[in-house]
């Protein structure tokens, strides 16, 4: 079978080499596992990135697809001196890359730029990635003048040498941007020139892209695991349970930040050690109390919990108790007034309020269905439903705060009211982040999702249709698109106020069950 590397790929590879070989070779395998709504919205983004950053070159032409016909079109353009391209397809000696933007200088060198949906340079895949481009395009053979059209087939003479690249550019969102009006597309995104680094990398990305390019064309499987196995579960292949079956479900990689500390994990992989049991004292003793507790937990099955400090905590809760959770979308290209690139837009809440120990809690929420900014409305609905006394209870105190210091900048009227709002604010997720509660099952994490079935095994996120934040963002942008029909846009309705109910209902049935344990 004939090998192409892409770019995409060789970007892979430098990850994990064997999960690209299992990608090319082995496709049944690679694609057992589906894309999360993460990852699926992390694609979105960057297609929607990139068309708008086009608008930067009015003039371009684009290309179409990758198969023979795209190859052939990008090589009468070029003979064509069309100035600007994108999506070119270029292909020789088994390496493949589409440029996102080529321009054409008057001195017949060229330009290329690389689209990123990221607010700055990633040293780490950026800079690669416009290396392997310029090793391919420097390597083929630059069509001669075409007296046919643009985009037509016919026969091209090829003179010596390849494309010469003059510049090499990431364009990037500007994180510092914000839309006042129609979008300013040259204040939108920033033109980073990162020529004079790359070029000092490109002998060397030539290099490591023949031996990938070997590697990938192996008959045999590569033995032994992947690159993964050095790293926490988190940043694991998609095939990394496939190339490491002696790793468990849950052992050594899912220690808390482990990933964080690569020696210490290295360490541990290096003699054989996957299981928490098999911690050996030396290995431990080089842990965080977090660490150690999440494997003291794990080995001796036991809960360790401090009373004492739950208890503290809990008392200087003043009722009414506000149980509150945010859902809102991160919209990479701002879609209103005063919002910069990945600036959160907050469209829903939920509420539980209750207004003493013995009482049942009432519920009050907030969904903002239209397509216009639901700022306003959002903080009006807010301040009309906490009140101006009791403490507002959230999980990850950071995130919230956040989105409410972002309202007041954009909505200066109601700043002192949001600054009492967050002074109000205390962390549920504190007991858990200060080790008070440590149960095996939370298996170092802390988020809501892990803590609440641990606890609360009655509530449930798994016969939702929304399960998770991600989706819920993802969801409510669907909503607002054109080609949503009424019953589509209230069945979202309807998933999103039962996900972000129980949220917020998690955190109040969580407090409950800590004060049922200090009393």
């Not at 270029?90 to 689209?115: C, H, M, P, Q, R």
């Not at 990431?170 to 204040?187: A, M, T």
């Not at 494997?295 to 919990?305: F, M, R, T």
Request: net charge negative; charged share 25%.
């Amino acid at each position: 079978m004939s090998i192409i590397l892409t770019k995409t790929d060789y970007i892979l590879w430098r990850e994990c080499q064997k999960n690209v070989w299992l990608k090319i070779n082995r496709p049944e395998i690679y694609g057992v596992a589906e894309l999360s709504e993460f990852e699926k919205q992390i694609i979105e983004t960057g297609n929607d990135v990139e068309l708008e950053a086009r608008k930067l070159f009015p003039k371009g032409f684009l290309v179409q697809g990758r198969d023979a016909e795209a190859q052939e079109t990008t090589k009468n353009l070029i003979a064509d001196k069309c100035e600007i391209i994108f999506q070119p397809i270029f292909v020789k000696d088994g390496f493949l890359a589409a440029v996102d933007i080529l321009e054409l200088n008057s001195d017949g060198t060229y330009n290329i730029y690389e689209v990123k949906s990221t607010t700055d340079v990633d040293k780490k895949t950026h800079y690669h990635d416009l290396a392997f481009q310029i090793n391919l395009l420097e390597k083929f053979a630059l069509p001669r003048q075409s007296s046919n059209n643009v985009g037509s087939s016919h026969a091209i003479a090829y003179s010596e040498g390849g494309i010469k690249i003059k510049k090499a550019s990431v364009i990037h969102l500007n994180s510092d941007y914000v839309r006042q009006g129609q979008i300013n597309i040259h204040q939108l995104f920033h033109i980073e020139d990162v020529t004079e680094i790359v070029r000092e990398m490109v002998w060397t990305v030539g290099q490591e892209m023949d031996f990938a390019l070997k590697y990938l064309q192996q008959i045999q499987e590569p033995s032994g695991h992947c690159d993964c196995v050095y790293k926490g579960r988190s940043n694991h292949c998609s095939t990394f349970a496939y190339s490491n079956p002696k790793v468990p479900v849950y052992g050594v990689h899912d220690i808390s930040r482990i990933g964080a500390s690569k020696a210490k994990l290295q360490d541990l992989i290096d003699v054989g050690i996957f299981e928490l049991a098999d911690v050996p004292e030396d290995a431990f003793n080089k842990l965080s109390s977090p660490q150690k507790n999440q494997i003291i937990a794990h080995v001796q099955d036991k809960i360790l919990q401090d009373k004492l400090s739950i208890a503290k905590e809990l008392g200087e809760l003043i009722f009414p108790l506000y149980f509150l959770d945010y859902e809102t979308f991160p919209c990479a290209i701002p879609r209103f007034d005063g919002f910069s690139p990945y600036q959160q837009i907050p469209f829903q809440y939920s509420l539980y309020i209750l207004d003493g120990p013995k009482t049942t809690p009432r519920h009050f929420e907030f969904l903002y269905s239209e397509k216009l900014d639901p700022s306003l409305d959002f903080v009006k609905s807010l301040q009309k439903d906490v009140g101006d006394n009791g403490t507002i209870i959230v999980w990850n105190k950071k995130f919230e705060c956040k989105i409410n210091d972002e309202l007041a900048e954009r909505l200066p009227d109601f700043k002192l009211f949001i600054e009492k709002t967050n002074a109000r604010v205390y962390d549920l997720m504190d007991i858990f982040g200060k080790q008070f509660y440590v149960h095996k099952d939370f298996k170092g994490k802390i988020s809501i999702k892990n803590i609440l079935p641990v606890l609360v095994p009655e509530l449930s996120y798994q016969d939702l249709e929304i399960k998770e934040g991600g989706s819920a963002s993802q969801k409510w942008n669907e909503m607002n698109q054109e080609h949503i029909s009424p019953e589509e846009k209230e069945a979202i309705i309807k998933n999103l106020k039962i996900y972000c109910g129980l949220d917020t209902y998690a955190m109040f049935a969580i407090w409950q069950y800590l004060t049922y344990l200090v009393n």
